[in-house]
């Protein structure tokens, strides 16, 4: 398998439309990377910028060491797997799988056991008569995945390769990618706007926005410590919750001020709005709807961390209770425990973890402090 | 190498001739000889049928031929002249490999697919046809087209934007379009992904006849032609919806170079400093924000501010007003076009 490792990457297309900016990224060999981001973040532009079926515009791409930026999409030894994929109808399993092979005048013992192989993996042995008319939506994706298995590349790309399958589908072909992953050992690089595919599948994740990387980490750390105000609010389901917060400090120790009231803040965020001269200054508050505690049965709570709320919807999703209300002009959600007897229309009383509280400067979006 | 009779040599020899082919015969008895001829001979015919049915719909595609021309040959190569059909047409910056046509023809049958010239390809995709890839789709195309076709009377330029169509109408083509969408997505997807080349791909609007082929061809070029130009980011262009790009393309290149004059008076550029467009495309593609623009071009406010001043001293727009900004956009595109137009004459 392969490193790659994409040096001040560029994309501008004849138009002026700058669709890649200074995209910097080491991949280590056996990677599970994952790109992530909305519609039209430059995510896929980069992945065609790998795999040579787009020109790059400036900087340098190098699949195990050697530049790569002008060699033709064949010679990468890559493979992908699209979201639009076409089976051939005509075609049994084992051909669909063994075409791209003969296509390339593969010996045909050798297309027979790469094509075996790749079956064993994908669980398709049983299938390799049948043609895709006769296979569930499963099935043939996972001839999809095959037909790049066979041909044994160094780095596989795929380009929100489950957006067509049904939900259910989804969650257990991102099972059986992951587990792919392992069993081949393989470089992956993969494409979604989906940020729960991302979180589960990948061992980093980029996250990108309009043309521009915005933090490259693990799911874990993008997470608890996102880098600026978008990635808090695109990682994380539901999203967190944000709100204006003016604040103030008085004898060394700064308090933020949400609508009427006043909240207290840790030791150390206190220390980082006080270095980065937030005095006086409006701030945005963020904090996880996990972080929004009903007061009654959360043991941290204090009188400065706990706010009044009308709840204005109760969702309960089995495991877990969504709860809606307002607070200081803005729409939040706590994620409670199905126990709770709080509903719809009822005063509930919240205790906000100021630990994990997440502070942004609101002119330039960057995190102050996690 | 066994001696055969003069008919079945002469067939062999036809059908050398006409697929490239060497065929050797065992025949023991002269029932199986005879049964050997008769096989080759329907070989020879089927290969000349196909071959036919290429050359008579690539001169469809390319001119106008009278009806009854277009009736008769149609008939004779058992070609159905009135269904419903959505034309693709592909493009591959190099010549379409081997391997990106022997795709295309198990995609589809082969009596859809037109050759036009080594990097293009078209497709005459019969949306009743149950034998392509997209046979799930095309069962709910023909599902969605018989209720078209009863309601809209077979008229060719019926699409989803008709507004007198009742709503049933109106969801059902939608369902036909986005499958048409799909199915142009799957043939991008699938030459990207396993003939490994770059595509550019332009689909018409669904057309009845047959006769209706050069004019269908003519517009869905045009709409490859007009991405290309204007929307060189995208892989694929509806002729139905070319937005601005098409209104620009359509104008006089004497208004095209008057507007142009107005912009840059006596000194139109003969394009725009690469880095001065990018820092200008970004701050639109920002709507006009300009920490923004600063923010994610890595670059100080003031350098930013520096080179709006710039395009403002040269042209007079000031990019911070939509209306100029949009003058500007406007510019830009048609100095594309007329570069275009230039480096073509």
């Not at chain 1, 043939?140 to 044994?152: E, H, K, S, T, Y």
């Not at chain 1, 990948?202 to 996250?207: D, S």
């Not at chain 1, 608890?224 to 204006?244: E, R, W």
């Not at chain 2, 080594?118 to 005459?124: C, L």
Request: aromatic share 6%; hydrophobic share 40%; with cysteine.
């Amino acid at each position: 398998m392969a490193s790659l490792s994409l040096k001040g990457i560029e994309k501008i297309y004849a138009n002026g439309f700058h669709a890649v900016k200074d995209f910097n990224l080491e991949i280590a060999d056996k990677e599970f990377i994952i790109f992530v981001g909305p519609s039209g973040c430059g995510k896929s532009t980069t992945l065609r910028m790998i795999a040579g079926l787009e020109d790059i515009s400036g900087g340098t791409l190098e699949i195990d060491g050697k530049k790569m930026n002008d060699v033709e999409p064949k010679d990468r030894d890559i493979a992908m797997v699209f979201q639009n994929y076409a089976l051939y109808p005509h075609m049994t399993v084992y051909d669909n799988m063994a075409f791209g092979l003969k296509l390339r005048k593969m010996p045909k013992d050798e297309i027979d056991k790469k094509v075996h192989n790749a079956a064993k993996i994908l669980d398709l042995e049983h299938l390799l008569d049948r043609k895709p008319a006769a296979l569930s939506g499963g099935q043939r994706q996972r001839v999809a995945m095959g037909r790049a298995i066979v041909r044994n590349p160094k780095v596989f790309l795929m380009d929100e390769p489950l957006s067509n399958l049904d939900a259910k589908l989804r969650v257990q072909m991102r099972i059986e990618i992951s587990k792919l992953h392992n069993d081949l050992g393989a470089t992956m690089i993969y494409v979604t706007h989906d940020q729960t595919e991302a979180m589960t599948l990948g061992t980093r994740i980029v996250v990108m926005k309009d043309g521009v990387v915005q933090q490259v980490d693990t799911p874990q750390n993008l997470y608890n410590a996102p880098c600026n105000l978008f990635v808090a609010g695109f990682i994380g389901s539901p999203q967190m919750n944000f709100m204006d917060a003016a604040v103030k400090v008085e004898n060394g120790k700064a308090t933020l001020t949400v609508g009427d009231h006043v909240l207290n803040v840790t030791a150390d965020k206190s220390k980082a709005l006080i270095d980065g001269g937030y005095d006086g200054k409006t701030v945005i508050l963020g904090i996880r709807p996990e972080d929004v505690h009903d007061a009654a049965d959360f043991q941290g709570a204090d009188k400065e961390s706990v706010i009044e709320a009308t709840i204005k919807v109760y969702e309960l999703l089995g495991a877990e209770v969504y709860l809606y209300y307002d607070f200081g002009g803005a729409q939040m959600t706590a994620r409670v425990n199905p126990r709770t007897q709080l509903r719809t229309g009822d005063k509930a009383v919240f205790a906000l973890d100021m630990d994990k509280i997440h502070l942004f400067d609101k002119e330039t979006e960057l995190t102050i402090c996690n | 190498m066994a001696i055969h009779s003069t008919e079945l040599e002469r067939a062999l020899k036809t059908l050398k001739q006409l697929t490239g082919i060497s065929l050797d015969v065992a025949a023991d008895t002269p029932e199986e000889e005879e049964k050997a001829l008769t096989q080759v001979q329907r070989l020879c015919s089927a290969y000349r049928d196909k071959y036919n049915h290429g050359r008579f719909l690539q001169d469809l595609l390319v001119k106008e031929l009278p009806l009854s021309t277009v009736l008769e040959e149609a008939h004779r190569l058992r070609l159905s002249v009135e269904e419903p059909r959505v034309l693709y047409v592909v493009e591959s910056k190099h010549a379409l490999q081997e391997s990106a046509v022997e795709i295309l023809k198990l995609l589809f049958p082969t009596k859809t697919l037109i050759p036009v010239n080594e990097t293009r390809m078209a497709i005459a995709y019969t949306l009743t046809d149950s034998q392509s890839p997209l046979a799930p789709q095309g069962h709910a195309l023909r599902d969605a087209l018989g209720y078209t076709l009863t309601n809209a009377k077979r008229s060719p330029t019926r699409n989803a934007s008709d507004t007198e169509c009742p709503d049933k109408f109106m969801a059902k083509t939608s369902d036909t379009e986005k499958e048409i969408r799909q199915t142009a997505h799957t043939i991008i997807d699938t030459l990207n992904a396993e003939a490994l080349i770059s595509v550019k791909l332009a689909y018409s609007t669904i057309f009845h006849s047959l006769t209706e082929l050069h004019s269908i061809y003519e517009e869905t070029s045009l709409a490859l032609h007009i991405g290309r130009l204007f929307y060189p980011e995208q892989n694929l262009f509806f002729s139905g919806r070319l937005g601005v790009g098409r209104l620009i393309h359509d104008l006089p290149s004497s208004a095209c170079e008057k507007y142009l004059e107005e912009i840059w008076g006596n000194k139109v550029p003969v394009a725009m400093d690469e880095e001065i467009m990018a820092t200008v495309n970004t701050f639109l593609q920002n709507n006009l924000n300009i920490a923004e623009t600063a923010r994610q071009l890595h670059m100080h406010r003031n350098t930013l501010i520096y080179r709006i001043n710039q395009v403002q001293k040269q042209t007079g727009l000031d990019l911070r007003n939509f209306e100029d900004a949009m003058q500007f956009k406007i510019a830009t595109m048609i100095l594309n076009r007329m570069n275009h137009r230039d480096s073509r004459e």
